[in-house]
Protein backbone atom coordinates (compact mmCIF):
# COMPACT_ATOMS: atom_id res chain seq x y z
CA UNK A 1 0.00 0.00 0.00
CA UNK A 2 1.18 3.27 -0.90
CA UNK A 3 2.04 6.20 1.12
CA UNK A 4 -0.35 9.41 0.10
CA UNK A 5 1.86 12.08 -0.99
CA UNK A 6 0.72 14.05 -3.94
CA UNK A 7 2.89 15.95 -5.92
CA UNK A 8 2.45 19.42 -7.95
CA UNK A 9 4.67 21.21 -10.75
CA UNK A 10 8.18 20.61 -10.59
CA UNK A 11 9.08 22.92 -7.52
CA UNK A 12 10.36 22.88 -4.30
CA UNK A 13 9.60 19.12 -4.54
CA UNK A 14 11.53 18.09 -1.09
CA UNK A 15 9.53 20.83 0.50
CA UNK A 16 6.30 19.62 -0.92
CA UNK A 17 7.20 15.76 0.56
CA UNK A 18 8.32 17.11 3.90
CA UNK A 19 4.97 19.52 4.49
CA UNK A 20 2.38 16.99 3.54
CA UNK A 21 4.27 14.10 5.87
CA UNK A 22 4.60 16.51 8.47
CA UNK A 23 0.47 17.60 8.08
CA UNK A 24 0.12 13.67 8.23
CA UNK A 25 1.83 13.20 11.65
CA UNK A 26 0.86 16.25 13.39
CA UNK A 27 -3.14 15.09 12.24
CA UNK A 28 -2.37 12.11 13.62
CA UNK A 29 -3.05 9.77 9.76
CA UNK A 30 0.43 8.54 10.59
CA UNK A 31 0.16 7.51 14.27
CA UNK A 32 3.57 7.65 16.78
CA UNK A 33 5.25 3.96 16.01
CA UNK A 34 4.00 3.28 12.24
CA UNK A 35 6.87 3.01 9.77
CA UNK A 36 7.53 4.75 6.55
CA UNK A 37 8.80 3.63 3.34
CA UNK A 38 12.12 3.79 2.69
CA UNK A 39 13.49 6.61 1.01
CA UNK A 40 14.39 4.58 -2.19
CA UNK A 41 10.99 3.14 -2.46
CA UNK A 42 8.90 5.75 -2.02
CA UNK A 43 11.33 7.98 -4.19
CA UNK A 44 10.22 5.38 -6.72
CA UNK A 45 6.48 5.47 -5.65
CA UNK A 46 6.93 9.24 -6.55
CA UNK A 47 8.71 9.84 -9.14
CA UNK A 48 11.22 11.88 -7.96
CA UNK A 49 14.95 11.05 -6.94
CA UNK A 50 16.08 9.26 -3.85
CA UNK A 51 17.87 12.67 -2.71
CA UNK A 52 14.82 14.43 -2.60
CA UNK A 53 13.11 12.38 -0.55
CA UNK A 54 16.12 11.48 2.05
CA UNK A 55 16.49 15.49 2.41
CA UNK A 56 12.48 15.85 3.13
CA UNK A 57 13.06 12.89 5.90
CA UNK A 58 16.13 14.44 7.69
CA UNK A 59 14.49 18.02 8.10
CA UNK A 60 11.73 15.85 9.63
CA UNK A 61 13.97 14.32 11.91
CA UNK A 62 15.51 17.66 12.96
CA UNK A 63 11.71 18.65 13.83
CA UNK A 64 11.78 15.20 15.81
CA UNK A 65 8.34 13.81 14.26
CA UNK A 66 10.72 10.87 12.46
CA UNK A 67 13.28 8.91 14.09
CA UNK A 68 15.78 6.28 12.43
CA UNK A 69 16.67 3.02 13.97
CA UNK A 70 19.66 1.41 12.74
CA UNK A 71 19.14 -1.92 10.77
CA UNK A 72 15.28 -1.52 11.09
CA UNK A 73 13.96 1.94 9.44
CA UNK A 74 12.57 5.38 9.98
CA UNK A 75 9.05 5.38 12.10
CA UNK A 76 6.83 8.33 13.42
CA UNK A 77 7.84 10.21 16.42
CA UNK A 78 5.08 11.07 18.52
CA UNK A 79 4.79 15.08 17.89
CA UNK A 80 5.00 16.98 20.58
CA UNK A 81 2.47 19.85 19.86
CA UNK A 82 -0.53 17.72 17.77
CA UNK A 83 -1.61 20.35 15.38
CA UNK A 84 -5.33 22.04 15.81
CA UNK A 85 -7.87 19.99 14.05
CA UNK A 86 -10.21 22.49 11.90
CA UNK A 87 -13.67 23.37 12.79
CA UNK A 88 -16.09 20.57 11.81
CA UNK A 89 -19.74 21.48 10.86
CA UNK A 90 -21.96 19.61 14.02
CA UNK A 91 -25.02 17.82 12.93
CA UNK A 92 -27.34 20.76 13.89
CA UNK A 93 -25.18 23.31 11.56
CA UNK A 94 -26.28 21.17 8.47
CA UNK A 95 -29.85 21.46 6.27
CA UNK A 96 -30.93 18.27 7.69
CA UNK A 97 -29.69 18.85 11.26
CA UNK A 98 -33.69 18.70 12.75
CA UNK A 99 -33.85 15.07 10.40
CA UNK A 100 -30.47 13.98 12.85
CA UNK A 101 -31.79 15.61 16.16
CA UNK A 102 -34.62 12.90 15.10
CA UNK A 103 -32.72 10.02 15.02
CA UNK A 104 -30.43 10.78 17.85
CA UNK A 105 -33.34 10.88 20.15
CA UNK A 106 -34.36 7.79 19.35
CA UNK A 107 -33.18 4.50 21.53
CA UNK A 108 -33.37 0.63 21.27
CA UNK A 109 -35.02 -0.34 24.29
CA UNK A 110 -32.62 -1.36 27.19
CA UNK A 111 -32.99 -5.15 27.11
CA UNK A 112 -32.08 -5.00 22.95
CA UNK A 113 -29.00 -3.16 22.98
CA UNK A 114 -25.60 -4.66 23.03
CA UNK A 115 -24.06 -5.31 26.32
CA UNK A 116 -20.40 -5.48 26.43
CA UNK A 117 -18.97 -8.18 29.20
CA UNK A 118 -17.74 -4.78 31.07
CA UNK A 119 -21.39 -4.06 32.07
CA UNK A 120 -22.41 -7.10 32.01
CA UNK A 121 -24.76 -8.80 35.01
CA UNK A 122 -24.00 -11.94 36.19
CA UNK A 123 -27.96 -13.05 36.18
CA UNK A 124 -28.99 -11.11 33.46
CA UNK A 125 -32.78 -11.69 31.98
CA UNK A 126 -32.31 -9.96 28.71
CA UNK A 127 -34.05 -11.37 25.60
CA UNK A 128 -33.52 -12.41 22.00
CA UNK A 129 -30.65 -14.25 23.09
CA UNK A 130 -30.73 -17.88 21.83
CA UNK A 131 -28.76 -20.45 24.09
CA UNK A 132 -25.16 -19.92 23.19
CA UNK A 133 -23.08 -23.41 24.69
CA UNK A 134 -25.40 -25.13 22.50
CA UNK A 135 -24.35 -23.91 18.80
CA UNK A 136 -23.34 -26.64 17.51
CA UNK A 137 -19.84 -25.25 16.02
CA UNK A 138 -18.57 -28.49 14.27
CA UNK A 139 -21.61 -28.43 12.49
CA UNK A 140 -21.29 -25.03 11.43
CA UNK A 141 -17.82 -25.18 10.52
CA UNK A 142 -18.37 -27.88 8.22
CA UNK A 143 -21.01 -25.84 6.42
CA UNK A 144 -19.17 -22.52 6.63
CA UNK A 145 -16.23 -25.18 4.83
CA UNK A 146 -18.86 -25.97 2.38
CA UNK A 147 -19.86 -22.70 1.29
CA UNK A 148 -16.10 -21.26 1.08
CA UNK A 149 -15.91 -24.25 -1.84
CA UNK A 150 -19.17 -23.09 -3.58
CA UNK A 151 -17.45 -19.52 -3.83
CA UNK A 152 -14.33 -20.82 -4.92
CA UNK A 153 -15.76 -22.55 -7.63
CA UNK A 154 -18.44 -19.66 -8.92
CA UNK A 155 -17.45 -17.50 -11.68
CA UNK A 156 -16.85 -14.42 -9.16
CA UNK A 157 -20.19 -12.57 -10.06
CA UNK A 158 -22.64 -10.86 -8.20
CA UNK A 159 -25.42 -13.88 -7.42
CA UNK A 160 -29.08 -13.68 -7.42
CA UNK A 161 -30.86 -10.69 -5.20
CA UNK A 162 -33.51 -13.12 -4.42
CA UNK A 163 -31.14 -15.46 -2.59
CA UNK A 164 -29.61 -18.48 -3.82
CA UNK A 165 -31.84 -21.08 -5.32
CA UNK A 166 -30.32 -23.79 -2.23
CA UNK A 167 -31.34 -21.93 0.57
CA UNK A 168 -34.59 -20.66 -0.79
CA UNK A 169 -35.63 -24.54 -1.27
CA UNK A 170 -34.27 -25.37 2.19
CA UNK A 171 -36.38 -22.42 3.76
CA UNK A 172 -39.36 -23.15 2.08
CA UNK A 173 -39.27 -26.53 3.11
CA UNK A 174 -38.35 -25.88 6.37
CA UNK A 175 -41.13 -23.19 6.94
CA UNK A 176 -43.67 -25.47 4.85
CA UNK A 177 -42.79 -28.74 7.47
CA UNK A 178 -42.56 -26.15 11.01
CA UNK A 179 -45.00 -23.72 10.51
CA UNK A 180 -47.13 -24.66 7.36
CA UNK A 181 -46.71 -22.07 5.77
CA UNK A 182 -47.91 -22.25 1.87
CA UNK A 183 -44.87 -21.55 -0.48
CA UNK A 184 -42.48 -22.82 -3.19
CA UNK A 185 -38.30 -21.24 -3.28
CA UNK A 186 -39.74 -18.72 -5.47
CA UNK A 187 -41.97 -17.02 -2.79
CA UNK A 188 -38.72 -16.69 -0.78
CA UNK A 189 -36.44 -13.62 -0.53
CA UNK A 190 -33.39 -14.27 1.63
CA UNK A 191 -32.76 -11.04 3.49
CA UNK A 192 -30.27 -9.55 5.90
CA UNK A 193 -32.22 -10.70 8.96
CA UNK A 194 -35.86 -10.20 9.75
CA UNK A 195 -34.98 -6.18 10.35
CA UNK A 196 -34.05 -5.49 6.57
CA UNK A 197 -37.32 -7.87 5.34
CA UNK A 198 -39.39 -5.21 7.33
CA UNK A 199 -37.45 -2.57 5.71
CA UNK A 200 -37.54 -3.61 2.08
CA UNK A 201 -41.71 -4.00 2.97
CA UNK A 202 -41.49 -0.56 4.07
CA UNK A 203 -39.51 1.10 1.18
CA UNK A 204 -42.04 -0.78 -0.91
CA UNK A 205 -45.21 0.33 0.77
CA UNK A 206 -45.04 3.59 2.83
CA UNK A 207 -44.79 6.77 1.45
CA UNK A 208 -45.07 10.29 3.79
CA UNK A 209 -48.09 10.19 6.00
CA UNK A 210 -49.05 6.49 4.80
CA UNK A 211 -50.85 5.11 7.76
CA UNK A 212 -49.54 1.76 9.26
CA UNK A 213 -50.91 -0.19 12.04
CA UNK A 214 -48.79 -1.55 14.71
CA UNK A 215 -49.50 -3.50 18.16
CA UNK A 216 -49.12 -1.85 21.13
CA UNK A 217 -46.99 -2.55 23.00
CA UNK A 218 -44.90 -4.02 20.22
CA UNK A 219 -41.74 -4.07 18.51
CA UNK A 220 -40.07 -0.76 18.93
CA UNK A 221 -37.89 -1.41 15.83
CA UNK A 222 -40.48 -2.20 13.56
CA UNK A 223 -42.41 1.26 14.21
CA UNK A 224 -38.84 3.47 14.31
CA UNK A 225 -38.62 1.81 11.14
CA UNK A 226 -41.89 2.93 9.56
CA UNK A 227 -41.70 6.31 10.79
CA UNK A 228 -38.36 7.04 9.01
CA UNK A 229 -40.18 6.03 5.81
CA UNK A 230 -42.46 9.20 6.76
CA UNK A 231 -45.43 6.78 7.84
CA UNK A 232 -48.13 7.71 10.21
CA UNK A 233 -47.54 5.30 12.79
CA UNK A 234 -51.07 4.03 14.39
CA UNK A 235 -50.73 2.45 17.95
CA UNK A 236 -53.55 -0.67 18.64
CA UNK A 237 -53.93 -1.85 21.86
CA UNK A 238 -53.74 -5.48 22.29
CA UNK A 239 -55.64 -7.85 24.61
CA UNK A 240 -55.73 -11.37 25.32
CA UNK A 241 -55.97 -12.50 22.19
CA UNK A 242 -53.87 -10.38 20.35
CA UNK A 243 -54.08 -7.12 18.76
CA UNK A 244 -57.31 -5.24 18.80
CA UNK A 245 -58.77 -5.60 14.89
CA UNK A 246 -61.74 -3.57 15.94
CA UNK A 247 -59.10 -0.60 16.42
CA UNK A 248 -57.25 -0.80 12.95
CA UNK A 249 -58.35 2.65 11.57
CA UNK A 250 -59.74 3.23 8.03
CA UNK A 251 -56.90 4.09 5.51
CA UNK A 252 -54.22 1.90 6.92
CA UNK A 253 -51.99 0.20 4.12
CA UNK A 254 -49.86 -1.44 6.39
CA UNK A 255 -50.43 -4.02 9.71
CA UNK A 256 -47.59 -5.19 11.81
CA UNK A 257 -48.25 -7.96 13.54
CA UNK A 258 -46.75 -11.12 15.88
CA UNK A 259 -49.68 -13.46 16.05
CA UNK A 260 -47.87 -16.34 17.05
CA UNK A 261 -46.02 -14.77 20.27
CA UNK A 262 -47.17 -11.60 20.93
CA UNK A 263 -44.10 -9.16 21.49
CA UNK A 264 -43.44 -8.16 24.19
CA UNK A 265 -46.60 -9.77 26.03
CA UNK A 266 -46.14 -13.27 24.64
CA UNK A 267 -49.81 -14.76 24.49
CA UNK A 268 -50.45 -16.19 20.78
CA UNK A 269 -53.23 -14.58 18.61
CA UNK A 270 -56.82 -16.37 19.07
CA UNK A 271 -58.26 -18.26 15.49
CA UNK A 272 -61.10 -15.92 15.80
CA UNK A 273 -58.92 -12.86 16.16
CA UNK A 274 -56.99 -14.44 12.90
CA UNK A 275 -59.64 -14.49 10.90
CA UNK A 276 -61.16 -10.71 11.86
CA UNK A 277 -57.23 -9.75 11.50
CA UNK A 278 -57.72 -11.28 7.76
CA UNK A 279 -60.60 -10.08 6.83
CA UNK A 280 -60.00 -6.48 8.18
CA UNK A 281 -56.88 -6.52 5.42
CA UNK A 282 -58.81 -8.06 3.57
CA UNK A 283 -61.64 -4.87 3.47
CA UNK A 284 -58.58 -2.13 3.53
CA UNK A 285 -56.18 -3.59 0.86
CA UNK A 286 -53.63 -3.80 3.15
CA UNK A 287 -50.51 -6.24 3.72
CA UNK A 288 -50.20 -7.41 7.15
CA UNK A 289 -46.47 -8.44 8.13
CA UNK A 290 -46.50 -11.66 10.12
CA UNK A 291 -43.53 -11.19 12.05
CA UNK A 292 -42.64 -14.65 13.25
CA UNK A 293 -39.40 -14.49 14.62
CA UNK A 294 -39.28 -17.29 17.60
CA UNK A 295 -42.21 -19.83 17.06
CA UNK A 296 -40.00 -22.61 16.41
CA UNK A 297 -39.98 -23.06 20.09
CA UNK A 298 -43.44 -24.59 21.16
CA UNK A 299 -44.06 -25.94 24.81
CA UNK A 300 -47.94 -26.71 25.15
CA UNK A 301 -51.43 -26.67 23.64
CA UNK A 302 -52.40 -27.38 19.86
CA UNK A 303 -50.07 -25.64 17.07
CA UNK A 304 -51.71 -23.21 15.34
CA UNK A 305 -51.71 -22.24 12.01
CA UNK A 306 -49.47 -19.28 10.61
CA UNK A 307 -51.26 -16.29 9.23
CA UNK A 308 -49.79 -16.97 5.77
CA UNK A 309 -51.53 -20.33 5.57
CA UNK A 310 -54.84 -18.25 6.29
CA UNK A 311 -54.72 -16.39 3.61
CA UNK A 312 -56.30 -16.68 0.50
CA UNK A 313 -55.85 -13.26 -0.68
CA UNK A 314 -52.25 -13.03 -1.12
CA UNK A 315 -51.99 -10.39 1.41
CA UNK A 316 -49.65 -11.49 4.06
CA UNK A 317 -45.61 -11.11 4.00
CA UNK A 318 -44.77 -14.13 6.33
CA UNK A 319 -41.14 -12.77 8.01
CA UNK A 320 -38.65 -15.11 10.01
CA UNK A 321 -34.82 -15.10 10.49
CA UNK A 322 -32.40 -17.58 11.84
CA UNK A 323 -31.12 -15.28 14.48
CA UNK A 324 -33.40 -16.99 17.79
CA UNK A 325 -32.87 -20.54 16.28
CA UNK A 326 -29.37 -20.05 16.02
CA UNK A 327 -27.44 -16.70 16.19
CA UNK A 328 -28.21 -12.88 15.93
CA UNK A 329 -24.76 -12.58 14.24
CA UNK A 330 -25.34 -14.40 11.05
CA UNK A 331 -28.01 -12.21 10.03
CA UNK A 332 -29.88 -14.50 7.90
CA UNK A 333 -33.89 -13.71 7.47
CA UNK A 334 -36.38 -14.54 4.73
CA UNK A 335 -39.98 -13.40 3.75
CA UNK A 336 -41.72 -14.98 2.04
CA UNK A 337 -43.60 -12.53 0.15
CA UNK A 338 -47.12 -12.07 -1.54
CA UNK A 339 -47.11 -11.84 -5.24
CA UNK A 340 -48.41 -8.53 -5.59
CA UNK A 341 -44.97 -7.01 -3.54
CA UNK A 342 -42.24 -9.83 -4.29
CA UNK A 343 -41.12 -8.36 -7.36
CA UNK A 344 -40.44 -5.08 -6.29
CA UNK A 345 -39.29 -5.93 -2.57
CA UNK A 346 -36.37 -7.98 -5.28
CA UNK A 347 -35.94 -4.72 -7.00
CA UNK A 348 -35.55 -2.74 -3.45
CA UNK A 349 -33.32 -5.49 -1.81
CA UNK A 350 -30.88 -4.46 -5.06
CA UNK A 351 -30.86 -1.29 -4.71
CA UNK A 352 -30.01 -1.54 -0.97
CA UNK A 353 -27.02 -4.60 -1.24
CA UNK A 354 -27.57 -6.30 -4.17
CA UNK A 355 -27.72 -9.40 -2.01
CA UNK A 356 -26.77 -11.53 1.08
CA UNK A 357 -23.40 -12.99 1.43
CA UNK A 358 -22.96 -15.94 -0.64
CA UNK A 359 -20.68 -17.93 1.82
CA UNK A 360 -23.12 -17.26 4.61
CA UNK A 361 -26.07 -18.61 2.16
CA UNK A 362 -24.50 -21.65 0.47
CA UNK A 363 -23.79 -22.55 5.15
CA UNK A 364 -26.91 -21.62 6.14
CA UNK A 365 -29.05 -24.18 3.45
CA UNK A 366 -26.30 -26.91 3.46
CA UNK A 367 -27.33 -26.48 7.87
CA UNK A 368 -31.07 -27.26 6.78
CA UNK A 369 -30.47 -29.59 4.17
CA UNK A 370 -28.51 -32.02 6.61
CA UNK A 371 -30.72 -31.82 9.43
CA UNK A 372 -28.42 -29.80 11.44
CA UNK A 373 -30.97 -26.90 12.28
CA UNK A 374 -33.91 -29.03 13.43
CA UNK A 375 -31.32 -31.23 15.32
CA UNK A 376 -30.47 -27.77 17.07
CA UNK A 377 -33.76 -26.85 17.61
CA UNK A 378 -34.63 -29.90 19.51
CA UNK A 379 -31.84 -29.16 21.42
CA UNK A 380 -32.64 -25.86 22.71
CA UNK A 381 -36.19 -26.71 22.66
CA UNK A 382 -34.88 -29.12 25.60
CA UNK A 383 -33.02 -26.47 27.20
CA UNK A 384 -35.81 -23.60 27.11
CA UNK A 385 -38.65 -25.96 28.54
CA UNK A 386 -36.36 -26.38 31.50
CA UNK A 387 -35.76 -22.77 32.08
CA UNK A 388 -39.36 -22.25 31.12
CA UNK A 389 -40.50 -24.34 34.33
CA UNK A 390 -38.20 -22.67 36.67
CA UNK A 391 -39.25 -19.41 35.78
CA UNK A 392 -42.82 -20.50 36.02
CA UNK A 393 -42.13 -22.46 39.45
CA UNK A 394 -40.74 -18.68 41.11
CA UNK A 395 -43.81 -17.12 39.39
CA UNK A 396 -46.52 -19.42 40.64
CA UNK A 397 -44.73 -20.08 43.94
CA UNK A 398 -42.33 -17.66 45.85
CA UNK A 399 -42.66 -14.48 43.53
CA UNK A 400 -46.42 -15.06 43.61
CA UNK A 401 -47.72 -12.00 45.90
CA UNK A 402 -45.98 -9.42 43.80
CA UNK A 403 -46.39 -10.74 40.31
CA UNK A 404 -48.03 -13.03 37.94
CA UNK A 405 -46.88 -14.92 34.06
CA UNK A 406 -48.80 -13.83 31.49
CA UNK A 407 -49.50 -17.13 29.67
CA UNK A 408 -47.52 -17.85 26.48
CA UNK A 409 -47.04 -21.44 25.02
CA UNK A 410 -43.81 -20.19 22.59
CA UNK A 411 -40.53 -18.15 22.15
CA UNK A 412 -37.92 -18.08 25.49
CA UNK A 413 -38.84 -15.23 27.17
CA UNK A 414 -42.26 -14.41 28.60
CA UNK A 415 -43.77 -10.93 30.52
CA UNK A 416 -44.63 -10.96 34.30
CA UNK A 417 -47.21 -8.61 35.25
CA UNK A 418 -47.59 -6.64 38.30
CA UNK A 419 -49.83 -7.34 40.78
CA UNK A 420 -48.68 -5.40 43.91
CA UNK A 421 -47.54 -1.85 43.98
CA UNK A 422 -43.86 -2.08 43.22
CA UNK A 423 -41.08 0.66 43.17
CA UNK A 424 -39.98 -0.56 39.66
CA UNK A 425 -37.01 1.79 39.15
CA UNK A 426 -35.52 1.29 42.49
CA UNK A 427 -36.22 -2.92 41.94
CA UNK A 428 -34.05 -2.72 38.58
CA UNK A 429 -31.10 -0.36 40.81
CA UNK A 430 -31.19 -3.22 43.67
CA UNK A 431 -30.96 -5.57 41.34
CA UNK A 432 -28.38 -4.27 39.03
CA UNK A 433 -26.35 -4.19 43.11
CA UNK A 434 -26.95 -7.66 43.57
CA UNK A 435 -26.14 -8.70 39.87
CA UNK A 436 -29.29 -9.38 38.33
CA UNK A 437 -30.40 -7.49 35.52
CA UNK A 438 -34.27 -6.99 35.02
CA UNK A 439 -35.76 -5.28 32.28
CA UNK A 440 -39.45 -3.14 32.32
CA UNK A 441 -41.62 -3.40 29.53
CA UNK A 442 -42.21 0.14 29.42
CA UNK A 443 -40.63 0.90 26.37
CA UNK A 444 -42.34 -1.35 24.32
CA UNK A 445 -45.03 1.04 24.59
CA UNK A 446 -46.19 3.34 21.89
CA UNK A 447 -49.37 5.52 22.93
CA UNK A 448 -51.11 3.10 25.36
CA UNK A 449 -50.32 3.48 28.96
CA UNK A 450 -47.55 0.91 30.19
CA UNK A 451 -48.39 -1.13 32.90
CA UNK A 452 -45.97 -2.31 35.60
CA UNK A 453 -44.38 -5.45 33.90
CA UNK A 454 -40.93 -7.56 33.94
CA UNK A 455 -39.67 -9.25 30.84
CA UNK A 456 -37.72 -12.53 31.92
CA UNK A 457 -35.55 -13.33 28.61
CA UNK A 458 -34.00 -16.77 29.49
CA UNK A 459 -32.14 -17.50 26.58
CA UNK A 460 -29.34 -16.21 27.74
CA UNK A 461 -29.34 -17.14 31.84
CA UNK A 462 -27.81 -20.42 32.63
CA UNK A 463 -30.58 -22.92 34.29
CA UNK A 464 -29.05 -22.89 37.33
CA UNK A 465 -28.60 -19.48 37.96
CA UNK A 466 -32.58 -18.97 37.58
CA UNK A 467 -33.09 -20.08 40.82
CA UNK A 468 -30.19 -17.73 42.58
CA UNK A 469 -31.25 -14.77 40.73
CA UNK A 470 -35.25 -14.89 41.64
CA UNK A 471 -34.63 -15.71 45.25
CA UNK A 472 -32.51 -12.30 45.00
CA UNK A 473 -35.49 -11.03 43.65
CA UNK A 474 -37.86 -12.10 46.42
CA UNK A 475 -35.37 -10.88 48.62
CA UNK A 476 -35.57 -7.07 47.64
CA UNK A 477 -39.34 -7.47 46.87
CA UNK A 478 -39.78 -8.13 50.71
CA UNK A 479 -37.23 -5.50 51.30
CA UNK A 480 -39.29 -3.13 49.66
CA UNK A 481 -42.56 -3.79 51.02
CA UNK A 482 -41.78 -3.02 54.85
Not at 154 to 173: C, D, H, Q, V, W
Request: aromatic fraction near 8%.
Amino acid sequence: MELHIVIEGSKDLAGQVYRQLRDAIQSGRLAPGEQVPPSRLLATQLGLSRKTVSEAYGRLTLDKLLVGRTGSGTFVNAPAEPKAKPKRFESGDLASGKLIAHWLDQSFPLLMRHVGPETRSQYDFMGGIPVRRQFPQEEWRQCVLYGLRQISESRGFYAETEGLPALREAIARHVSFSRGVQCTAADVLVTNGAQQALDLIARVLVEPDSVVAVEDPGYPPARMLFSAQGARVESVPVDSEGIRVDLIPDGTRLIYATPAHQFPLGMPMSAARRTALLARARELRAIVIEDDYDSEFRYEGRPMDSLQSMDQDGLVAFVGTFSKSMNPELRVGYVIAPPAILRAMTVVKGLSDWHTPSMTQWAMARFIDEGYLQKHIRRCHGIYVARREKLHAALNGSLKPWMRAVPTNAGFHLAAQMTAEVNMTQLLRLARRVDVALYTLDEFYYRVKPEPALFFGYGAIESLDIETALGRVKTILEELGN
